[in-house]
């Protein structure tokens, strides 16, 4: 059955330094992978999707990933961390029941100034 | 602007009581999703619908109904058969089933008493 990791529930980082969010999936079959950002008390919103072709992908507010299928990875990166990235972020990967997403456990990203 | 209206966003109600969730999406999407979060648990699907008039149970079904009969409203009842219903609720769409991607709402919280 497919899965997904996010190894770390909380990271914290300083204002204008790396950003690095980790996600390992499981799947059986290739996988769509996702990420979601949410901010406190609202919905997701898409940051950026692989679903096949180039393995970096770009996204918004300066987020990319990188596909890895010999490490069954989708890390997030960010250059430079802003205040305004503080928020939680989702890895998701398709292959649950009729097709459905499923949800990593979340990363709460915190950002020091 | 197309998008995906969640309501009441806060709901108080007292234990042994049917709280109903409004969904409303104007994007023209066929599937619709109910999902619930807890903290620290991601996020884990209750009830789905790819189609007006057709349902499938999720992972947490128990204790929850819904009902499609109009493809923009895919309502969502808590009942008193939830053992623990104090969550934040989510309902998403996408275009069609399978794709991954989903749009969200802003989410509501209930809190039973």
């Known amino acids: 059955a497919q899965s997904v990791t996010q190894l770390g529930s909380h990271v914290s980082v300083s204002e204008g330094a790396l950003v690095l969010l980790r996600c390992n999936y499981s799947?059986?079959?290739?996988?769509?992978l996702f990420w979601y950002v949410q901010y406190p008390n609202q919905g997701l919103q898409l940051l950026l999707k692989?679903?096949?072709?180039?393995?970096l992908v770009k996204g918004i507010n300066g987020f990319e990933a990188e596909f890895k299928k010999s490490e069954t990875s989708f890390h997030l990166t960010k250059p430079s961390a802003h205040m305004s990235d503080a928020a939680e972020y989702f890895c998701?990967?398709?292959?649950?029941?009729?097709?459905?997403?499923?949800f990593g456990k979340g990363t709460k990203l915190s950002v020091k100034p | 602007d197309g998008g995906i209206t969640q309501s009441p966003k806060y709901l108080f109600r007292k234990e042994g009581q049917n709280v109903t969730l409004s969904c409303e999406q104007n994007?023209?999407?066929?599937?619709m999703y109910w999902y619930r979060q807890d903290p620290g648990q991601g996020l884990r699907l209750i009830y789905y619908?790819?189609?007006?008039?057709?349902?499938q149970k999720g992972d947490i079904a128990e204790g929850y109904s819904v009902s499609r009969e109009k493809k923009e409203s895919f309502p969502l009842t808590v009942t008193s058969a939830q053992k623990n219903p104090t969550a934040f609720y989510l309902c998403?769409?996408?275009?069609?089933?399978?794709?991954?991607?989903?749009?969200f709402g802003e989410g509501s919280r209930l809190t039973v008493l």
């Open positions: 692989y679903t096949t072709g180039a393995t």
């Open positions: 799947s059986s079959v290739p996988p769509y």
């Open positions: 998701a990967v398709t292959g649950g029941s009729q097709g459905n997403l499923i």
């Open positions: 994007l023209n999407h066929d599937a």
């Open positions: 998403a769409s996408s275009i069609g089933a399978n794709t991954g991607e989903l749009f």
């Open positions: 619908s790819q189609i007006v008039n057709d349902f």
